[in-house]
């Protein structure tokens, strides 16, 4: 049997961790399906990189600064007016603690 | 002539010079909308009313001897995941369903300083991810040249669109082949741009390291004078490059002689259908009679590419889609008496679909403790290998041509049961991404009724030579022109 690279319990793990509710049936699904491509992942296991640095960024540009200036804020409407909840000037998010 | 075939060019020049109207034109456009979109679905969001306002606003300008600017009158058609002022952007998403952005993308920004009109929201697979525009909340997209066919994809609402004259611009994102992809399977012509030529500003993100907002359209110099419109720098991007992009259109020529190209020995290996290979070599021998050389390259780590790309976009995906969580936007589960974590993850359960969830849970795996090694670093390593290796190929080029995809358009749902045959579909367009260079696709044939696109790539900031190689396809075949029959 060829061995797993992702479990059941490994994928409900993950699930949590990304804030994602899944079906049984996703749970399932999701398990053979990142098998299968996990498998295929293993691909870059036989390249070489030593000493080959990491690419984060093509470019070389570090440290971009820009004047700790105030702009012009978006207006307080504009900011609210996408919240599925809201109370006057507030987000009204459920209980977090 | 039609006003909806008129270029982008042609369009500004006459609405300027008040041979034809704005409104007239821009009429022409939400007329053929009306007439055929129910067909293709290239369209989330049609903006007709305001489109018409404004073109009767550049109308009075021009009478009243006002300056315009460059695209004046011009119908653009945007992606759904680029933020524009007032218009719902959903990126395709019943999370986003009803999201209303409270400001612009530089590249909008810019579009609307040159007086173009946004004629609507395009199509495309949720979040970007995907590579047929079947994984869209609204629906998929068809392929105008046969409507049982995917469009290709992200970006499929926009090739589409073009293909069809509901638009005669139109701007999309390239991840892994986003603009690409759909530009080769609807034939048009679509720019990946040098990472960092084109804003990101208002570019909702899925991969950043990655993407880049680029244009498509229906000839060389409307994609070239786009590009100039939309590039350069912007302050709000931090990964912005200091440089211009004007003079892409003035500036080009069809000239070709001399010209240096490589042939990517591995973009026509096992894979890759025949009949894609023999269109692109057509267009290779037309570029040879035009005077350009050639000769074969190996760029042997290339079989890394897709492996890498795959985990480097899930991985920062994960990151990237963590801000939704339906408290500030965003679609939210009516009853909220539940604690914050629970609706948190009701909310994204059923805001996002399948393939948006397996790449946030992959790239969330990729990136845990005990797998980020042998993944996340390990893709960036090559990441770096692959880069080099294009570096060390472009010394010796000009330019690297191979196919766009390595198949003819599909059926819809033919791949979409199936993630990981639907991703090997990318094979010939990540590299370009993992790298930030430039690449084009540029229509270079048919097989039967169905369009096939060739590739090339350049070296960072040359898209001047991508244009070159583009303008003249255009003018010495006719493929680029064919339209179908809709």
């Known amino acids: 049997m060829k061995r797993a690279r992702i479990s059941r319990e490994q994928v409900e793990h993950i699930a949590n961790l990304a804030h994602i509710e899944l079906t049984e049936g996703e749970k399932d699904l999701f398990t053979e399906q990142f098998n299968r491509i996990l498998e295929f992942f293993e691909k870059i296991d036989s390249a070489n990189t030593e000493n080959v640095p990491p690419t984060y960024h093509v470019f070389d540009i570090v440290n971009v600064f820009r004047r700790d200036e105030v702009g012009a804020p978006l207006p307080k409407e504009s900011v609210l007016m996408n919240a599925p909840r809201r109370e006057g000037n507030f987000f009204k998010s459920p209980k977090i603690i | 002539?039609?006003?909806?075939?008129?270029?982008?060019?042609?369009?500004?020049?006459?609405?300027?010079?008040?041979?034809?109207?704005?409104?007239?034109?821009?009429?022409?456009?939400?007329?053929?909308?009306?007439?055929?979109?129910?067909?293709?679905?290239?369209?989330?969001?049609?903006?007709?009313?305001?489109?018409?306002?404004?073109?009767?606003?550049?109308?009075?300008?021009?009478?009243?001897?006002?300056?315009?600017?460059?695209?004046?009158?011009?119908?653009?058609?945007?992606?759904?995941?680029?933020?524009?002022?007032?218009?719902?952007?959903?990126?395709?998403?019943?999370?986003?369903?009803?999201?209303?952005?409270?400001?612009?993308?530089?590249?909008?920004?810019?579009?609307?300083?040159?007086?173009?009109?946004?004629?609507?929201?395009?199509?495309?697979?949720?979040?970007?991810?995907?590579?047929?525009?079947?994984?869209?909340?609204?629906?998929?997209?068809?392929?105008?040249?046969?409507?049982?066919?995917?469009?290709?994809?992200?970006?499929?609402?926009?090739?589409?669109?073009?293909?069809?004259?509901?638009?005669?611009?139109?701007?999309?994102?390239?991840?892994?082949?986003?603009?690409?992809?759909?530009?080769?399977?609807?034939?048009?012509?679509?720019?990946?741009?040098?990472?960092?030529?084109?804003?990101?500003?208002?570019?909702?993100?899925?991969?950043?390291?990655?993407?880049q907002i680029g244009p498509l359209a229906k000839s060389t110099l409307d994609c070239a004078l786009l590009l100039s419109v939309i590039g350069g720098y912007d302050p709000r991007d931090s990964t912005s490059l200091r440089v211009s992009a004007?003079?892409?259109?003035?500036?080009?020529?069809?000239?070709?002689?001399?010209?240096?190209?490589?042939?990517?020995?591995?973009?026509?290996?096992?894979?890759?259908?025949?009949?894609?290979?023999?269109?692109?070599?057509?267009?290779i021998h037309t570029l040879e009679d035009l005077g350009a050389i050639y000769d074969e390259c190996s760029l042997p780590s290339l079989e890394y590419a897709l492996a890498a790309y795959y985990i480097i976009a899930m991985s920062e995906a994960s990151s990237n889609l963590a801000r939704f969580d339906g408290i500030r936007y965003g679609f939210r589960v009516e009853h909220d008496d539940a604690d914050w974590s629970r609706i948190y993850a009701k909310n994204r359960s059923m805001g996002f679909g399948a393939e948006v969830k397996r790449r946030i849970m992959l790239g969330t795996f990729a990136l845990s403790a005990g797998y980020y090694e042998q993944y996340y670093l390990k893709a960036l390593k090559i990441r770096t290998i692959i880069r080099r290796e294009f570096e060390a190929a472009l010394k010796r080029f000009d330019v690297l041509i191979g196919p766009t995809m390595p198949l003819p358009p599909f059926n819809i749902g033919e791949k979409i049961q199936d993630p990981l045959t639907l991703y090997m579909c990318d094979i010939l367009t990540v590299p370009a991404n993992l790298t930030g260079y430039p690449a084009i696709s540029i229509p270079c044939g048919f097989e039967g009724n169905l369009p096939i696109g060739l590739q090339a790539i350049s070296g960072p900031l040359q898209e001047s030579t991508l244009l070159r190689i583009s303008l003249a396809l255009e003018r010495n075949t006719d493929i680029i022109e064919r339209r179908p029959a809709i």
């Open chain 2, 246 to 283: 004007e003079g892409y259109a003035s500036g080009l020529t069809d000239d070709v002689r001399g010209l240096k190209i490589g042939l990517i020995k591995e973009f026509f290996g096992e894979g890759v259908e025949e009949s894609v290979k023999r269109h692109v070599w057509r267009a």
């Open chain 2, 1 to 211: 002539m039609r006003l909806r075939d008129l270029s982008a060019i042609e369009v500004a020049e006459r609405v300027r010079r008040q041979e034809i109207s704005a409104e007239d034109y821009i009429s022409s456009i939400i007329e053929r909308i009306r007439e055929v979109d129910g067909k293709i679905n290239a369209f989330i969001s049609v903006t007709a009313e305001a489109a018409l306002e404004k073109a009767r606003e550049i109308d009075g300008r021009i009478r009243r001897g006002e300056r315009v600017g460059v695209l004046a009158g011009v119908a653009v058609a945007i992606k759904d995941n680029i933020c524009t002022l007032g218009i719902r952007t959903t990126c395709a998403s019943r999370i986003l369903e009803n999201f209303i952005p409270p400001y612009d993308a530089t590249v909008v920004e810019r579009l609307k300083r040159e007086d173009a009109i946004i004629i609507g929201k395009t199509n495309m697979d949720e979040f970007a991810m995907g590579s047929t525009t079947e994984t869209s909340y609204f629906g998929p997209t068809r392929n105008p040249w046969d409507l049982s066919k995917v469009p290709g994809g992200s970006s499929g609402g926009s090739a589409a669109a073009l293909t069809v004259d509901e638009a005669t611009l139109a701007l999309g994102s390239d991840t892994g082949g986003s603009i690409r992809c759909p530009a080769s399977y609807c034939s048009v012509i679509g720019l990946k741009p040098t990472y960092g030529l084109v804003s990101r500003y208002g570019l909702i993100a899925y991969a950043n390291s990655l993407e």
